[in-house]
């Protein structure tokens, strides 16, 4: 399937600023260095402006530090081979595939996400893949507080040769997410993906709103929605962090779509979300048309985000 191939040209392409900015400071530090006890500090501290996160920046320069002082690992060459493996073994081997319902009926995915967060344009990314794989695709705009919205992903809909199921704006998202569920049966459609209100985390009344669609979807397609997808802005650091955790309490979130990763210099972030939320990156967005995005593979991103 398209949405699973991996190129590493394409990421290290598309981490092309993490690569010439926290990495590459990474890489100054220890690259053809000795190691010694400074040089661990400047280590801990690029990794925390990198938003790998404080807990797991401290935890890999301990672990580097009782290497250096057992006289493992005494360069700083080593120390940089070190950190690459840690930072892979920060996400274990786990299902981060897109979960299809099993027997009749349509797979939904429910994707989430505050304003400006890059919503629309992920689940365009994610539409295309599963189209290229011969999938039908059926969309949803519950997003009906704002026009825009609408007629971004309607935009969308007509250049990926999809159709959109929407109402009237400012009408009840629930509505459209029973319509829609109706329709996707009705039509006989692969997979319905609900692109829901860019709701800001301190907004208590749209939060309710998102478990509210989950729940009508869930009453008109049994095991629904089998995918919420929560998409992140990668340029936003730990706050976009802090808005994920609030989330996840309002629906159970099963995997996450980092966005905008080509903008940002700190593409540590994806370590920060695994030590914060403990849920699975799914996808990443390197890049500004349906094309461009990737399945989040630990080895290959790691390896793309220290290249030379």
Known sequence: MSLFKSAINKLKQGLAKTRSGSAATVRTILTGKKLSPQLLKDLERAMIQADIGIKTAVEIRKDIQAGFERGEIESGDQALAFLKDQLRAYYPETDRSLHFARGEGPTVILVAGINGAGKTTSIAKITKSLRDDGKS??????????????????????????????????????AVAFDAAQAAVARGVDVLVLDTAGRLHTQDHLMRQLTKIRSVVAKQIPGAPHEVILVIDATTGQNGINQAKVFTEATDVTGIFLSKLDGTARGGIVIAIREALNLPVKFIGVGETPDDVEPFDPAKFVDAMFAE
């Open 137 to 174: 695709v059926l969309l949803a705009a519950c997003d009906t507080f704002r026009a825009a919205a609408v007629e971004q992903l309607e935009v969308w809909s007509e250049r990926l040769g999809v159709q959109v199921i929407k109402g009237q704006q400012g009408g009840d998202p629930a």
